[in-house]
């Protein structure tokens, strides 16, 4: 958990649109609720938006 939730960060940083695919899943996927919040934040700082605009999107999306 440790593990990905550090690879979501530091994709973030990095902010690479092909990083996007790969966070959308553990977004929407992963067991870790920790894993999740740092995948939106990463995909949120990728594409320039808020960080709790995009976290609420992606629960929203992780309970259809």
């Not at 959308?24 to 939106?40: C, K």
Request: hydrophobic share 50%; aromatic share 2%.
């Amino acid at each position: 958990v440790g593990i990905a939730r550090n690879a979501a960060v530091v994709l973030g940083n990095r902010a690479s649109p092909g990083a996007l695919p790969a966070l959308r899943q553990a977004a929407a996927n992963h067991d870790d609720p920790t894993v999740r919040e740092a995948a939106a934040w990463a995909i949120a700082r990728i594409e320039g938006r808020d960080e709790k605009e995009k976290a609420a999107e992606v629960a929203a999306t992780a309970e259809v």
